[in-house]
């Protein structure tokens, strides 16, 4: 029996390679030695048919291990046509061959029944071959790998082995099968070792809040807990542990009171559009600014932008003034890396941790991430600042800058917490945290 000695390229590698009929017999890196041809040999005596199937996708592999396990190999030659039908775990199955055709139309098999009744049949319609002793192996990995492997089907099988991958969520590291995976709400497809930032989605949810305990999930009407526990409540600004803390407190002041809003919160520290700060038990009351426009709290310094263009910066600890500056027309604040950005009109204003200024730019609006400032030089949307993380707005699109860049569609509301920032879709709530 004769055969030629061909060439294949395995990614790169040119490799030897015996085929006849669409049926490969060997495959190395050197020609067939006197052994090798011998076991070709015994390969190319088995039975050959071009399957015709006709079923179920998923079954097809099924068939052909079928053939190869009674010694019948799959490639180009006299036409075997498998019908196969499933319904109500029964199948039905036609097979012809040349002048022979059967089907089990009178007797239907289960479907747990399908493989070894198929391999029934077929030993019927060929007579057996022994399988040569051995066959060839190829391992695709990190490096090929090629062996003679006793036991094997088929003259020539190359493997990919299941690549495992490691997913890191939240800091968790997990090993994982590469595949398709449902993360925080989406499908995404991992190959390679992935790191994820803390974000999660929660269905249906309207606000989320986070205490010491985890997660307390607000939706139709009623704030959910860790523990199981549900009570009706207006949504709040914020939850502390079991504190509700609503958007409007009482501040008392010079002999009165008065009612304002809570427009941040920074650990156990309120911020209030009327340019006060106070603890969350209220006992006690700062006047800081103005009405406040933005703010920051970094660690124990607070800043300070309200309506009139004061920037201002105080001690938390000693509740002391630090440095005070006008900025006519300022409408935006942040902070990096201890030094100031306010924007004026359409500039950005650098100034160092005494609030004296250093450098000026131009720009149309900006953000702060964790790697550093972004300036707009054209309009694309709107910012929305926290400390170390913010979220540019345009339309219902959300982008997210934070130790990485997270893009969302179908936002309608942004909120910034100091632990991260959630972001109200039309079906539920996205949410970043901080690293």
Request: proline share 3%.
């Amino acid at each position: 029996m004769a055969f030629e000695v061909g060439k294949l390229d395995l990614f790169g590698r040119k490799l030897n390679i015996v085929q006849q009929n669409g049926v490969l017999y060997y495959i190395g890196e050197t020609e067939p030695a006197s052994d090798d041809i011998l076991l070709i040999k015994k390969w190319m005596q088995l039975p050959l048919v071009t399957l015709a199937y006709d079923g179920p996708s998923e079954l097809k592999g099924v068939v052909e291990s079928c053939l190869n396990s009674v010694g019948v190999l799959v490639g180009i030659a006299d036409v075997l046509y498998t019908k196969v039908r499933k319904q109500s775990g029964l199948i039905y199955t036609k097979l012809i061959y040349r002048d022979w055709q059967w089907d089990n139309s009178d007797e239907l098999w289960k479907e747990e029944d399908f493989s070894a009744k198929l391999v029934e049949k077929l030993r019927e319609l060929f007579s057996f071959i022994e399988f040569p002793e051995a066959g060839y192996s190829v391992l695709v990995a990190d490096r090929i790998i090629f062996e003679k492997r006793i036991g094997q089907t088929k003259p020539v099988e190359i493997k990919v082995p299941e690549k495992i991958v490691s997913l890191t969520v939240n800091g968790e590291r997990k090993l994982l099968s590469e595949g398709f995976y449902n993360l925080f709400g989406k499908v995404i497809y991992i190959d390679e070792d992935t790191t994820l930032a803390k974000t999660s989605f929660f269905e249906g949810a309207k606000m989320v809040y986070k205490t010491s305990k985890g997660y307390v999930i607000y939706r139709d009407g009623s704030l959910t807990f860790p523990d199981g526990k549900s009570i009706v409540a207006q949504e709040p600004f914020d939850v502390v542990d079991d504190r509700i803390i609503p958007w409007r407190v009482m501040v008392k002041s010079e002999g009165s009171s008065f009612q304002t809003t809570v427009v941040g919160r920074s650990k156990d520290l309120l911020v209030l559009s009327c340019g006060m700060i106070a603890p969350l038990d209220l006992s006690w009351f700062m006047r800081v600014s103005g009405p406040i426009i933005e703010w920051v709290c970094i660690e124990q310094r607070l800043y300070v932008l309200d309506i009139a263009g004061y920037v201002r910066s105080f001690d938390l600890k000693s509740r002391r003034l630090i440095w005070e500056k006008l900025v006519p027309g300022a409408w935006g604040l942040a902070v990096h890396k201890g030094e100031v950005y306010v924007a004026s009109g359409e500039k950005l204003l650098q100034l160092n941790e005494k609030g004296e200024p250093i450098q000026e730019r131009y720009c149309q609006d900006f953000g702060v991430s964790q790697e550093g400032i972004i300036a707009l030089i054209e309009k694309k949307g709107r910012f929305i600042r926290s400390a170390d993380m913010s979220v540019l707005l345009e339309g219902s699109k959300a982008t997210v800058y934070a130790d990485q860049i997270f893009r969302f569609d179908g936002i309608s509301v942004v909120r910034f917490f100091d632990w991260g920032v959630v972001l109200v879709g039309e079906s539920g709530c996205w949410v970043v945290e901080r690293r």
